[in-house]
Every structure is written in C-alpha cells, then in structure tokens.
C-alpha cells in the first residue's frame, strides 16, 4: 500500500487488519503517535489526513492508502525547528508526562484550520457566520476529543490561543 | 480481530454484488464503530466493502430540499452552507455529537446504522440478545443508566445512539436505499425497529441494501427549531437525553410542531403523541407540560434510568419554551 506520510512516499505491507495507528509505530516506526485507549475516546492516536484530523485507532490503514498523512514527527515540515504550537507548549506548559501531546498537537492544528475555513461547533452561536472565533468555549468544546490525564488543560489552551492569534486572518 | 478482505466498490451495483455473494460481508463507511466492533469480536465480517467514495455530494436543490449522499462525512454535512441555512437544526445536533476527529470520519449512512453503546452489546462474557439471539439481557437487571425508557421490551433495553438521526427524524427525512431489486426510500422515522423479541434485527434494510443518501425535504415556512442534548459531561458523550423541536406558532397558538428524542428508545423517538396534543393549543407551559406527559405516559424505568423520564418531560417543556423565547 502506498501513502505519503511526513512528505515521503511510503510502501507498506500490511494486513487489512492493521490500524493505521498500528502501521505508523509498528511497520514504520513512527512512534510519535500514542495508542491510548484504542477506541477512539482519548484522542492519543490523533493524526492529520490531508489536513483533517482523526483518530488513527478507529482507521483501517488499508482505507486511507494513497493519503498524505501527518503525524508529530512531520508537523515541523522536515526541518529540525519546533512548530509553532510544538515551542507554545513547552513555554505554556502544556503537557507533564506528554503522552498525550502528540494527538493534542495535531488535533489543535486540525482544529484551526477548522476555524480558519469557518466551520461551526456545537457552541458557535451563530450557524450562518462566515468566519468563527477561538474563545474560551469554543477551544474547549472544538479539543474536547483529546484528554490528557495529568489535567495540563490550561496550559495546552494556552498555547493553542497564542499561536491561534498569531496566525494572521 | 477476525481476518477479512477489504474491497473498495467501484459503484452501488458493483457494492451489492459483492455483498450478496458473500453472506459475510458488510458495507464500510468511515469504520468508527464497525472497527470498534470488530475489534470487540461483537462483529466479525469476512468481507468489507468501502462505500464511502460512491456519493459523497450535498445537493442543494431548487424546491428547497438537500440531498446528502451517504457517504458525506458528519463534518462536512454539518458545515455545508446549504445545510446550515436550511436546516440549522441537522448541523446543530450533527456538531452535538462525538468528536471534532470522529466527525471527521464518520458518515451519513454510518451514523444511521451505528450499533448501540450498550455494555454489555460490547461485552463477550455478558448475556446480549442483541448480540447473540436468544442468549438473554443482562442489561435489564444490570447497571442500565443508559438505557431505554421507551419502546423497550423484555429482549432488549438499549438504546440508539445517535444524535443526528434524532434531527432526521423531525425534519422528515427520506433515506434513499438501493437493492439488489432496485432503488427505493424509506423514511427515517420507519427504518430502525424496535427491539420486540428480536433486538438484532436494528432496521427494515436488507443485509444488501446500500444506503446511497438521505434527502431532507423543503420545509414549507420558517419554522423555529433547535436541538438539546443533555449528558454527563459538556462536551463528547451520548446523550442521556436529547430532544429535537420544530414549531411554527402563529398569534400565540402552535400551528405546526415537530419533536423527536434521543438517548430514550431503541430508534429515534418521533415524538407524535406529544406533536398531536400539541398542534392548536396555545404555546404555553402547560401545554408543553400536557404533552411531555402524553408522550412519557407509557415510559418505563430501570433500576438505574428511571430519572430519565422525568428528565425527558423536562427537556420537552425546556426546548419549547426556548424556542417560544420563554426564559426556562
């Protein structure tokens, strides 16, 4: 099976079995995204198809061949620098043990682009607005699929708002 | 897991015709619960057949109806313009479930036809007769919170979960099915049966039949409509209970009125008794009052889901009044 994963066209064999979860850490050895609870509750395994994010547990590798994946390995875009959100989470604490903080990542990149193309959230007041705003309410309803279990919520808000403001409009 | 080949359709003919050759055989769309199942051995198909690629187009038609093909993501029916500005109340309810990352990969048709949340559905070692016909329910005398209020029987008490089908149920839509004998539509509000004595049979569909869309009929005046969800925590879980209102009221008396519930029934809820004391009446509290009480009037509870039936009328009376701009 073919896929472009971090920029690189890949070759995988694997089984129709194997989760695209599986076949980023064990055929390929890319184990930056986490297994957490491999049912599709905790958001760990969050990684980006073609810019959206899922949950890498509940995909069958063999249904995304052919698509660009991104995982925490590949945010940077192949340089040795930080991304953006990479350097806010460690100047806003935003993780302790970091198990986590890969799905948080790209889970918050998807996310903002989700803002950025003006889709709406459960609490977006507004359904016909044409652009949508990152308050408080909405950052926490819009990553309310990744938990992070040493409670480093504030700080991983925190850092998403800073470089949500830096991006420019 | 069991092992199994994946087959990718290349149109709803050729979809069929692998699913009628091979009685073990089951169409995938974006895998958030069948993966979950499988994974589970509660599934344990020889065959999938993708299906996600065949229609994934929101048709926005001139009579003011849309046609959502089934394999449009949760994600992009809920932030299609049209769809917005039609029926805010299917993006609504659409956004009030899962989460940003399963909405982006579930489908339409996969949503209709999730399975239930049920424990013990999910739980080898329990009794399901769901899951194993005539096994037995250990949900019944077993920790049932979330369980079923209405429509239940002795076989089974869960419920579905879903929080879009509950919108689809209000707004009358029509999802379209292809079989092996030709197309034809079913209204959402008939698809899912109830449990009776035969819990694992969830719809009238066929093993075969494809779900190819579903079309949300033009609404004729501007009705005001909202969706409520109620749950355990604010953001990313199944609905203890939730409820979908329409109305249309005019000088003060409800015209028209559309309701359904979720989280309460083994299907989503059209919630007809409560719509027929409804329509007419003067939109005030104690008519929501009446006709939460007609509605819940046959509504059974467990050891541990009683408190739904309160908590269902309440939300009836809740919604309406938000939507007649009564502060509850």
């Known amino acids: ?29 890319l184990m930056g995204t986490k297994k957490g609870c491999n049912q599709g509750a905790c958001g760990a395994c969050t990684v980006l198809v073609d810019g959206e994010r899922i949950n890498a547990c509940l995909a069958l590798a063999v249904q995304y061949e052919g698509r660009e994946i991104t995982t925490v390995e590949g945010l940077s875009g192949g340089s040795d620098a930080l991304h953006p959100l990479q350097s806010a989470f460690i100047e806003h604490d935003g993780f302790q043990c970091g198990y986590c ?21 459960a609490v977006t007041a507004d359904l016909s607005a044409e652009t949508m705003a990152l308050d408080h309410d909405e950052l926490r309803e819009r990553m309310s699929g990744n938990l992070c279990r040493c409670g480093a919520y504030n700080g991983i808000a925190e850092a998403i708002t800073k470089v949500h403001a830096k991006v420019p409009a | ?9 290349a149109d709803g003919a050729a979809a069929i015709r692998l699913v009628s050759d091979n009685r073990q055989a089951k169409y995938l769309g974006g895998g958030t619960n069948l993966v979950d199942l499988m994974r589970e051995q509660v599934e344990r198909p020889k065959l999938l057949v993708d299906v996600t690629a065949l229609s994934r187009e929101i048709e926005a038609r001139e009579d003011g109806s849309v046609l959502i093909g089934a394999g449009a993501t949760n994600t992009a029916v809920a932030a299609d313009r049209t769809v917005r500005e039609r029926f805010p109340l299917l ?73 879009m089908c509950v919108a689809l149920a209000a707004l009358d839509a029509v999802v379209h099915v292809q079989g092996p004998g030709g197309d034809r539509t079913v209204k959402l509000v008939d698809l899912h049966r109830l449990p009776g004595g035969r819990p694992d049979i969830e719809t009238v569909l066929d093993a075969q039949d494809l779900i190819t ?116």
């Open chain 1, 1 to 29: 099976m073919h896929y472009i994963i971090n920029a690189q066209p890949m070759d995988v064999i694997a089984d129709p079995r194997t989760s695209l979860l599986d076949m980023l850490r064990d055929n390929l050895g």
């Open chain 1, 101 to 121: 903080t890969p799905g948080q990542l790209c889970s918050a990149i998807g996310m903002l682009g989700k803002i950025e193309r003006g889709v709406p959230s």
């Open chain 2, 1 to 9: 897991m069991n092992p199994f080949t994946y087959e990718r359709a």
């Open chain 2, 91 to 163: 993006s609504r309810a659409i956004l009030a479930g899962a989460s940003g990352q399963i909405r982006n990969m579930a489908t339409v048709a996969g949503n209709i036809l999730q399975r239930t949340r049920c424990t013990y559905f999910y739980d080898e070692a329990a009794r399901c007769n769901k899951r194993e016909p005539g096994a037995g329910c250990d949900a019944i005398d077993g920790v049932n919170r979330i369980h079923a209020i209405l429509g239940a029987s002795p076989s089974c008490v869960a419920t579905h979960p879903s929080d």
């Open chain 2, 213 to 328: 869309g579903v079309e949300l009929p033009a609404l004729g005046f501007a009705w005001r409509a909202t969706y409520r969800k109620v749950r355990d925590r604010a953001s990313y879980a199944f609905a203890l209970v939730s409820v979908a209102a329409m109305v249309d009221v005019q000088g003060g008396t409800i015209r028209d009125v559309r309701l359904a519930l979720g989280g309460v029934a083994h299907k989503p809820w059209r919630a007809w008794k409560a719509e027929e004391a409804l329509r007419g009446r003067l939109a005030t509290r104690e008519s929501f009052a009446q006709a939460a009480e007609a509605e819940l009037a046959d509504a059974a509870g467990l050891r541990d889901n009683a408190f739904k039936i309160e908590l269902a009328k309440r939300c009836i009376v809740a919604t309406l009044g938000d939507l007649i701009g009564e502060t509850a």
